[in-house]
């Protein structure tokens, strides 16, 4: 079973959503998730949790988005993931929940594929 942390705050917008598709991502592939939803409502808890905003997805504790992983801006905003969108590409996801590296710019037609982007 993968651990997957999705930390957030109350009312986000995107938190249902992301859910789903960490969901919908892992039956595909063929793993089985383990989801606990954190929510935090302080800039002390988003530090604590490692929140570059919400929804902040993280597998096997690391966050999923790999350019993100270094960065410290932790906080009580939204998450806006490759394209300004409020939800993680799905390959990228793939890529996080399989242990395989994520190319964004591979020229992959398809988000969908047992072993992540091009592989």
């Known amino acids: 079973m993968i651990p997957v ?3 957030y705050f109350e009312g986000c917008p995107n ?3 992301s859910v ?3 969901r919908e991502t892992a039956k595909e592939i063929g793993v089985e998730v383990a989801i606990d939803e ?3 409502s302080t800039d002390e808890q988003a530090k604590a949790e490692r929140m570059l905003g919400s929804p902040t997805i993280q597998v096997r504790g690391i966050d ?3 350019a993100a992983r270094s960065r410290t801006d932790y906080a009580m905003s939204c998450r806006v993931f490759d394209g300004n969108h409020g939800l993680p590409p799905r390959p990228m996801l ?3 929940l399989t242990d ?3 190319a964004p710019d591979c020229g992959c037609k398809s988000d969908t594929g ?3 982007c091009c592989s």
């Open 114 to 116: 047992s072993k992540g």
């Open 100 to 102: 395989t590296p994520y």
């Open 15 to 17: 938190l249902k959503s």
């Open 5 to 7: 942390r999705v930390v």
């Open 64 to 66: 999923i988005d790999p």
């Open 20 to 22: 789903e598709l960490i």
């Open 38 to 40: 954190v929510r935090v």
């Open 94 to 96: 793939i890529a996080a």
